[in-house]
């Protein structure tokens, strides 16, 4: 067997969020591919990471991409993708208001003003409001897409279980080869069914409909002893 290379801190902490990230995707949970693609991207030479992401990345995008052929959610991402927009179009516009009238002696009444501006945070909250509403409402309807048509997507699903599970392994052997403190790599995972893992303690998060595992790798914690 080949020895095993030294590893920094931070390429394994790399690693970690890579198997956190492609574990979420498996159970369509996503996380922005943009970030992974940032990280890949910058570096310098090809390793297992960027072998991973190269070998998921159309299942990430099939994936990302599913809910799209649903005319009501693509519907209703249209309504929210105006909010933003326009949040930032009232901010301005709210700032030169206040410039022009204070700038030009518009009005001779400093109460005139304050309605002004009353009126115009007013109407920002209106839109911050149906923004926050319309997001949430977004994120309720992907999330039961997802339970209704996510087997539409099992094959990429499990190509990322598998993919995650070979970097599980490679982050094990590092761990144990280097002698290191696998709790310092704590992982966030949706699944506890992977080998090499295990599992800390389970909880369901507030905002989520699924089990989350803070698992570790199996080998000797360095604070047991």
């Given at each position: ?111 005139d003003v304050l309605a002004i501006l009353v009126v115009l945070f007013a109407i920002y909250a209106t839109v911050l409001t149906l923004w926050y ?93």
């Open positions: 067997m080949s020895a095993v290379k030294t590893v920094s801190d931070k390429d394994l902490g790399t690693l970690r969020n890579m198997i956190q990230w492609l574990d979420g995707y498996a159970e369509c949970y996503n996380a922005d591919p943009f970030k992974i693609e940032k990280m890949v991207n910058k570096k310098k030479e090809e390793d297992e990471i960027s072998n991973a992401w190269s070998q998921v990345r159309q299942d990430v995008s099939d994936i990302i991409t599913l809910p799209d052929s649903s005319e009501e959610i693509a519907n209703a991402n249209k309504k929210v993708r105006i909010y933003r927009p326009l949040s930032a179009v009232l901010i301005f516009g709210s700032g030169l208001s206040v410039l022009l009238i204070s700038g030009l002696h518009l009005t001779p009444n400093r109460v509403r319309g997001t949430r409402k977004l994120y309720r309807m992907v999330r039961e897409y997802y339970k209704t048509n996510g087997n539409r997507a099992s094959r990429q699903r499990a190509h990322l279980k598998s993919v995650a599970q070979r970097l599980i392994d490679s982050l094990t052997l590092s761990v144990r080869a280097n002698k290191l403190d696998p709790e310092k790599y704590k992982m966030k995972l949706l699944n506890n069914d992977y080998s090499n893992i295990r599992v800390l303690k389970e909880e369901k998060p507030r905002n989520m409909d699924i089990l989350v595992y803070t698992s570790v790798v199996k080998a000797r914690s360095l604070t047991e002893g």
